[in-house]
């Protein structure tokens, strides 16, 4: 895994002090008597927009108690109202860096973003992607899907292109502040992608002021590029304060051009206690499921359920 010379010292520190510090006793993180467990709406995208107050009710039946959504769907008072009425709470609402068919987005007056975030009742809200060079539009090119796109975009992204994402979300940071919102950025795996001896999130990591941002880890998405998430814990402790827990498929080809094979949480190759036990200790708090399309072996209530089931008796 590539961390700048900083992160890499810190990491190796922290692994020093954990590797003398006694093993504490196993115990469950979530459940009853532990932390919520979360989930992110995009799993459930089609029975959400189809019923959003059924689906929240499902998943609080299932067990869930916080969620995660975006503002395309439901007006915020409709979600505030339909997540009380099912006992959940919202740790953040989610928008991309520019529209992308329109709709809020991190480019939206910051005002506008915090009263739509305060009447839904979220904690965060969470910058979904990485923005796109002067330019370049967020726009399929013919034949061409959003996600080969994005993959084709981020090929050409780079270390003065993160540092200048940093600025911007520094000062979008600022802005939401001052209205009472907390950012967050979330990665994917083109993050990741080698940039000399660095790379994307490093840089956004090591250039942006925590007072003003903060990070969601998305576990997979690490994973699915050869990265370990431990050591990006570990190397940047309190700087994640979300975490996207997803699990990838054996058979998953290591790449960082926005591929990930997934499944269902605790049914792949994430080794989940250690990762988790590592992210409460960087100071992770929120936790939510996720996992990406297609939903080849049960439906993703199924699959949500299949989470929430292993996550309920999982032992740190």
């Keep these: 895994m590539i961390l700048s010379r900083r992160a890499a010292l810190a990491a190796a520190l922290t692994t020093a002090f954990a590797a003398a510090t006694p093993a504490l006793a196993a115990r469950r993180l979530f459940g009853p008597a532990g932390r919520p467990v979360g989930i992110n709406l995009y799993m459930v995208a089609a029975s959400y927009r189809a ?13 869930f108690r916080e969620f995660e959504t975006d503002l395309s769907g439901p007006a915020p008072e409709r979600v505030r109202a339909a997540r009380e009425r099912a006992g959940l709470a919202c740790a953040s609402v989610s928008v991309l860096p520019t529209p992308l068919r329109g709709g809020p987005s991190l480019a939206t007056d910051p005002g506008e973003l915090a009263k739509a975030v305060h009447t839904i009742g ?6 979904t992607l990485f923005p796109l060079p002067p330019g370049v539009e967020m726009r399929p090119q013919p034949g061409e899907s959003v996600e080969q796109m994005l993959a084709r975009v981020s090929r050409g992204l780079s270390a003065d292109h ?7 979300l ?8 001052r209205e009472g919102v907390k950012l967050a950025y979330h990665n994917h795996n083109p993050e990741l992608a080698p940039l000399g001896e660095t790379n994307g999130l490093a840089i956004l990591l090591e250039h942006t002021d925590p007072k003003r941002v903060a990070f969601e880890m998305d576990a997979g998405w690490v994973v699915a590029a050869g990265h370990d998430p431990v050591e990006l814990l570990r190397a940047y402790p309190q700087r994640f304060k979300l975490m996207h827990v997803k699990d990838i498929a054996p058979a998953h080809k290591t790449n960082t051009a926005l591929k990930a094979d997934t499944m269902e949480v605790g049914s792949g190759v994430v080794n989940w206690p250690r990762v988790l036990r590592a992210a409460v200790d960087s100071g992770v ?10 939903y080849s072996r049960m439906p993703p209530l199924e699959a949500a359920r299949t989470a929430y089931a292993y996550l309920s008796k999982l032992e740190i």
């Design 51 to 63: 019923d959003p107050e059924g689906t929240l009710e499902a998943l609080a039946k299932i067990g």
């Design 122 to 127: 979220a904690d965060y809200l969470v910058c």
């Design 162 to 168: 993160f540092k200048r994402t940093a600025e911007m």
């Design 285 to 294: 708090r929120h936790f939510s499921v996720e996992q990406e399309p297609p």
């Design 170 to 177: 520094d000062a979008k940071g600022e802005a939401l502040r």
